[in-house]
């Protein structure tokens, strides 16, 4: 099993920048280069929605229109973590942001595909 942990979330500024992090461990993860790793975010009352995501090796990045040329994702591989910088913070940003991985050769943007996924942190944007 993977464990699949975020951080970073807090309340900002429209404007603002955060940096958010997801750290994965467990017993069965090798390395997190045999995963791709993506973002989602669930506003209340809305469905989960896809925001980024990195190939294993991180060479290779998708973004949501929304959030493209504001947002980057990155990893390293070498301490088992992915990030989500965020930056030009809009309030229709807040939302729980979730991390989640897939053991695949290609770069998913569906929900539904991902295997493991974090518990969520909170990111809240105030005009």
């Known amino acids: 099993q993977v464990q699949l942990v975020e951080s970073g979330g807090g309340s900002v500024q429209a404007g603002g920048s955060l940096r958010l992090s997801c750290a994965a461990s467990?017993?069965?993860?090798?390395?997190?280069?045999?995963?791709?790793m993506g973002w989602f975010r669930q506003a209340p009352g809305k469905e989960r929605e896809f925001v980024a995501a990195?190939?294993?090796?991180?060479?290779?990045?998708y973004y949501s229109d929304s959030v493209k040329g504001r947002f980057t994702i990155s990893r390293d591989n070498a301490k088992n973590t992915v990030y989500l910088q965020m930056t030009s913070l809009k309030p229709e940003d807040a939302a729980v942001y979730y991390c989640?991985?897939?053991?695949?050769?290609?770069?998913?943007?569906?929900?539904?595909?991902?295997?493991?996924w974090g518990q969520g942190t909170q990111v809240t944007v105030s005009s």
């Open positions: 467990g017993r069965t993860l090798s390395t997190l280069s045999s995963y791709v």
């Open positions: 989640a991985g897939m053991v695949s050769d290609y770069v998913a943007r569906r929900a539904s595909e991902y295997d493991y």
């Open positions: 990195a190939s294993r090796s991180g060479d290779t990045t």
